[in-house]
């Protein structure tokens, strides 16, 4: 029988508020997102603002590695609930994830369409071109804003 060290974490998430003077709601915000910036890069000189630990709120529970006794790795990185943590360093890339599921269903539509095309072999009569490029054209506009 071997012995095992296996370490997990979970992320507790941290709530705190700060009061911020504004001159209205837009203000507020992008003072808000200073106030922010300035915590993270001043941590000695500004108040953190998160205070209460939410521990039945915890999520991204994984385990982080399993290691054997004779110190190595035999698992990494395994999800132990429904949570995904992503890292997206662009606003595009925010979007490109927050529209997975759209762009999932307009191929699976663009596939179906061309596949019946195909399968009754009159490709151009049964597949409309303006169809599928519609459908691209509609998940892109949710993904970048705007017309591609």
Known sequence: ?????VLFARDVPHYGSVEVNATGDVDAL?????HWKRVQRDRDEEPWPFTEA?????VLARI????DETGRQVA?????DT???????TDLSAKLIENASHMHAALLEIIRQATSGLAADHFEKHLKLERVSSIARS??????GGAP
């Open 1 to 5: 029988m071997k012995t095992y060290t």
């Open 30 to 34: 992008a003072k808000a997102k200073v």
């Open 54 to 58: 939410q521990h039945d709120s915890a």
């Open 64 to 67: 982080v590695e399993i290691i």
């Open 76 to 80: 990494a990185d395994i999800r132990l």
């Open 83 to 89: 949570y995904l943590l992503s890292v997206a360093p």
């Open 139 to 144: 998940v892109l506009i949710r993904v970048i």
